[in-house]
């Protein structure tokens, strides 16, 4: 019995890893941070799915990060924009992913399970430096050595661009669900979001090549 654990926030990525985790292994269920991210629904909406979908799903408190660091996932009162200048994005919370995946891990080996997905990606990197494909892979060895397990962790989207994730969840089926159901947006609207945020631009830009090209590739066939 294959069993794995999916790092889950509701959003595009990390449900198309979820359905990528139901085609891959037997058993899956997920775990989701609330870190009091601006949007509260955003648990809500992870909740959602997985009651939609069928897996179980934990929610565990991190609201520490914010005694640690101040951002604008977390904070009203600070712009979301892009790093100017080669400076990281306002949304930047240094380690947030090193802490989620060490929590998980810890989570994963009390329940059994030894492979954990996250949904990080080197493509359409914003400088989030614990997203890399380099620190995934040097935190599963301390992981694998801290707690003397044999923790794997898949990152089945680290090399792949947005329009290609979104062929992803096509192949997997859920092309339609992942776009109608999951919440990427900044400005917490459900599905193509407020189309103005720098979360739902990326998103956006991804879908319109991924439905241009599907599209292009019909016309072929058709000639
Ligand atoms: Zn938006």
């Given at each position: 019995?294959?069993?794995?654990?999916?790092?889950?926030?509701?959003?595009?990525?990390?449900?198309?890893c979820?359905?990528?985790?139901?085609?891959?292994?037997?058993?899956?269920?997920?775990?989701?941070?609330d870190?009091?991210?601006?949007?509260?629904?955003?648990?809500?909406?992870?909740?959602?799915?997985?009651?939609?979908?069928?897996?179980?799903?934990?929610?565990?408190?991190?609201?520490?990060?914010?005694?640690l660091?101040?951002?604008?996932?977390?904070?009203?009162?600070?712009?979301?924009?892009?790093?100017?200048?080669?400076?990281?994005?306002t949304?930047?919370?240094?380690?947030?992913?090193?802490?989620?995946?060490?929590?998980?891990?810890?989570?994963?080996?009390?329940?059994?399970?030894?492979?954990?997905?996250t949904?990080?990606?080197?493509?359409?990197?914003?400088?989030?430096?614990d997203?890399?494909?380099?620190?995934?892979?040097?935190?599963?060895?301390?992981?694998?050595?801290?707690?003397?397990?044999?923790f794997?962790?898949?990152?089945?989207?680290?090399?792949?661009?947005?329009?290609?994730?979104?062929?992803?969840?096509?192949?997997?089926?859920?092309?339609?669900?992942?776009?109608?159901?999951?919440?990427?947006?900044?400005?917490?609207?459900i599905g193509?979001?407020?189309?103005?945020?720098?979360?739902?631009?990326?998103?956006?830009?991804?879908?319109?090549?991924?439905?241009?090209?599907?599209?292009?590739?019909?016309?072929?066939?058709?000639?």
């Amino acid at each position: 019995m294959k069993k794995a654990l999916v790092v889950f926030s509701g959003g595009q990525d990390s449900t198309t890893c979820l359905f990528w985790a139901l085609k891959n292994f037997d058993e899956v269920e997920t775990v989701t941070f609330d870190y009091n991210q601006r949007h509260k629904q955003e648990i809500e909406v992870a909740k959602a799915i997985c009651a939609e979908v069928g897996v179980k799903n934990t929610v565990i408190d991190m609201s520490l990060l914010n005694q640690l660091t101040s951002n604008a996932l977390t904070r009203d009162d600070i712009e979301i924009k892009d790093g100017e200048n080669g400076s990281l994005p306002t949304t930047f919370v240094d380690g947030r992913n090193h802490l989620f995946l060490s929590f998980a891990a810890i989570m994963a080996k009390s329940k059994g399970i030894k492979n954990i997905i996250t949904g990080v990606c080197e493509t359409d990197f914003s400088g989030y430096p614990d997203c890399r494909d380099m620190f995934v892979k040097s935190l599963n060895v301390t992981l694998n050595l801290a707690m003397d397990y044999p923790f794997v962790l898949h990152t089945p989207l680290m090399w792949i661009d947005k329009k290609e994730t979104w062929a992803l969840a096509a192949e997997l089926g859920a092309f339609d669900y992942i776009r109608e159901k999951t919440l990427t947006c900044y400005n917490g609207i459900i599905g193509d979001g407020c189309g103005e945020c720098p979360a739902c631009k990326l998103r956006s830009e991804g879908l319109h090549q991924f439905l241009t090209e599907k599209e292009g590739g019909k016309a072929d066939v058709q000639q």
